[in-house]
């Protein structure tokens, strides 16, 4: 099993990117997956979760701003992340939850100047 999240960067306050997580080796369709972030001596926190129904959620920290989406026919789970806040910067890791098991991408970085 292999997840492996991109696009991440560095952006101005106000600026947008979206995050990608490719999965392979993994069953995708109808497994609950997500984003959890990690800022600097922070602990890990949920980000937005959509379910194997399609059900979504969001923290409140990111509500209205995040919107988390997939596509079962490329694997590929992604995250747009607009009117980005420094508080925003951490280290962005995707996860696919399918038979009981957690899978993690690498993380990667996003970064927001104030």
């Known amino acids: 099993v292999q997840l492996q999240a991109s696009g991440g960067g560095l952006v101005q306050a106000g600026g947008s990117l979206r995050l990608s997580c490719k999965a392979s080796g993994v069953i995708f369709r109808f497994s609950d997956m997500g984003w959890y972030r990690q800022g600097l001596g922070k602990q890990r926190e949920l980000v937005a979760a959509?379910?194997?129904?399609?059900?979504?959620n969001y923290a409140d920290s990111v509500d209205g701003r995040f919107t988390i989406s997939s596509d079962n026919v490329r694997r590929m789970l992604y995250l747009q992340m607009n009117s980005l806040k420094a508080e925003d910067t951490a280290v962005y890791y995707c996860?696919?939850?399918?038979?009981?098991?957690?899978?993690w991408g690498q993380g990667t970085q996003v970064t927001v100047s104030s």
């Open positions: 996860y696919v939850r399918r038979g009981g098991a957690d899978y």
């Open positions: 959509i379910g194997g129904g399609g059900s979504t």
